[in-house]
């Protein structure tokens, strides 16, 4: 079932290539498709995977209740965090779309990548997820990331290259923590 995260990931990429360079309407269909299939690909592993369960069941709610956590996380730095049709239809294009700056993305540029790496790290603890099953999506994700902070955001969104001078890439700062903790008290 690796094969099912690659190509999701695959249109991940493709969908990020056509925001940049193509925009073209038809390929937006890319970022649903693929969340689908990384869900796909995810829960098969977790249950059909050739991986061992690391911990006892006591263990395991405990890690389930942290996954639960990263992914809500991951949910809000995706899809709640911004405008999302501003960010994931083509009603905008060039740099009329502007950085998001404040919570989650105070603490770095790309904090879904943070939550996504320790769900996946949890779901290797206490599911079937084999190690190699959670390390390809993690390793995709970073090259996504990667290729939109190099590549895409700049192009895309205004004032990313000054939120790029001001924001870690992906390892929260004190600085940054304390940014972020402060932008949910207000």
């Known amino acids: 079932m690796y094969i099912t995260g690659i190509v999701a990931f695959a249109l991940f990429f493709i969908n990020d290539f056509n925001d940049w360079k193509l925009n073209k309407a038809w390929l937006k269909i ?3 498709v693929g969340f689908a299939l990384l869900l796909v690909s995810t829960v098969w592993q977790c249950f059909r995977g050739d991986g061992e369960l690391c911990f006892g069941l006591a263990a ?3 890690i389930w209740l942290v996954c639960l956590l990263m992914l809500v996380a991951e949910f809000y730095s995706l899809f709640f965090s911004f405008d999302m049709d501003e960010a994931y239809s ?3 294009s060039g740099n009329d779309r502007v950085a998001t700056t404040t919570r989650m993305y105070a603490l770095c540029r790309h904090p879904g990548v943070l939550f996504f790496i320790l769900l996946y790290a949890c779901l290797f603890l206490s599911t079937h997820m084999t190690a190699m099953g ?3 999506l993690c390793g995709l994700n970073f090259l996504l990331i990667v290729f939109e902070d190099i590549l895409v955001f700049p192009a ?3 004032g990313y290259d000054e939120y790029k001078r001001n924001t870690p890439f992906l390892i929260p700062s004190t600085s ?3 940014k972020c903790l402060k932008d949910f008290r207000e």
Do not use: D, E, G, Y
């Open 30 to 32: 890319c970022f649903p």
């Open 60 to 62: 395991r709610v405990v």
């Open 90 to 92: 083509n009603n905008t």
């Open 134 to 136: 959670a390390l390809i």
């Open 156 to 158: 895309l969104l205004s």
């Open 176 to 178: 940054s923590i304390a």
